[in-house]
């Protein structure tokens, strides 16, 4: 590239931010619930949501400007598919992952000073308050697995599984995706309180709640429950140290039978450590956002079970996201 180039690639680089923080705008205000079927103008909106008409109207336009809204005359609507991945009370709406993905910018706004100090830096909390932040990110984690769960534990097959135990299960996805791969199989959960509320919540839609054990914990401090043959522990290494997965494995393998296996679903680098892409980007907002994440390589995997006591940890899936998976087995 020459300077020219160059200087349009840089500059295109730092823009990003504007769209997504028009699109996160609207989620945080309820935008997108509060337009009526057959559009409103700002004017409705304004009293709908008690928004500034000024500020509203000018975030309208410029959702109609990304497309994410139409326009016809002072009317504003929301097509059926966008409504859908939008609406909160959507079954498949994307709304809490945009909202924290709101919560995860307010983090990376402030990475100089983060690199500087070796620690997160501080933020507020979104527009809707810190206990609306918790149950979007738990959500958000629905948003990011609920498409992906049932094709990934087929990739994974063969396995024989009588009790699974999900480790740090969210809002519980990937043990509803695990409970309907194997109709006979019983299923333990464990997370902290509110992220349990809302797992057994989507327990309840989704008619599995009777095969789940809920168990409520914390994993840095409290023993696993025990007698499950397979441990799921998805998206929980990168927000760890090393020393601190090396603790939880160990926990896992404490918890586990005999011969019973763990799966890692988590971003696997390559030895550079700057390759997948999303694997070395995921590890800037680890530092933006943790005391001691990061995302880490299959040989720094490897070592951490084996020094937890699993044998031969392998890479049974490669994906370029999140959704690699490393199985390994206590003798």
Not at 32 to 57: C, H, K, M, N, Y
Not at 156 to 166: A, S
Not at 314 to 330: K, T, W, Y
Request: charge should be negative; include cysteine.
């Amino acid at each position: 590239m020459d300077v020219l180039e160059t200087k349009a690639w840089l500059m295109s680089l730092s823009d990003g931010f504007r769209q997504a923080c028009i699109l996160g705008a609207a989620a945080e205000l309820g935008l997108f619930d509060a337009i009526a079927p057959e559009g409103s103008t700002a004017v409705e909106l304004a009293q709908r949501i008690e928004s500034d008409l000024r500020g509203l109207t000018i975030l309208l336009d410029a959702l109609a400007a990304i497309q994410v809204l139409s326009k016809e005359r002072d009317r504003y609507r929301l097509a059926d598919s966008v409504r859908a991945c939008l609406s909160d009370e959507s079954p498949v709406t994307s709304a809490p992952m945009i909202r924290h993905r709101m919560n995860v910018m307010r983090a990376w706004v402030q990475l100089a000073w983060t690199v500087n100090s070796g620690i997160p830096a501080p933020k507020t909390a979104g527009f809707r308050g810190p206990a609306s932040d918790l149950k979007d990110f738990i959500l958000a984690m629905d948003t990011a697995s609920r498409d992906v769960a049932d094709t990934l534990i087929a990739e994974l097959q063969p396995l024989d599984m009588r009790t699974l135990l999900d480790v740090g299960g969210g809002p519980g996805t990937w043990n509803f995706a695990f409970l309907r791969a194997f109709p006979q199989s019983q299923a333990i959960y464990f997370d902290l309180p509110h992220a349990l509320a809302e797992a057994e919540r989507l327990a309840r839609q989704n008619g599995l709640h009777d095969r789940i054990r809920f168990v409520s914990g914390n994993f840095y401090v409290d023993s696993l429950p025990p007698g499950a043959d397979f441990a799921w522990v998805s998206a929980i290494a990168h927000q760890n140290s090393r020393e601190q997965n090396r603790a939880l494995f160990r926990k896992v393998f404490q918890a586990l039978s005999p011969g019973g296996r763990i799966a890692i679903r988590d971003v696997v680098l390559e030895p550079s450590r700057t390759s997948p892409f999303e694997g070395a980007l995921f590890a800037v907002n680890m530092l933006a956002n943790t005391p001691k994440g990061n995302t880490y390589t299959l040989q720094e995997y490897q070592e951490d079970l084996e020094a937890a006591g699993f044998r031969e940890p392998f890479l049974r899936l490669r994906s370029e996201a999140m959704n690699s998976v490393i199985l390994a087995h206590r003798p």
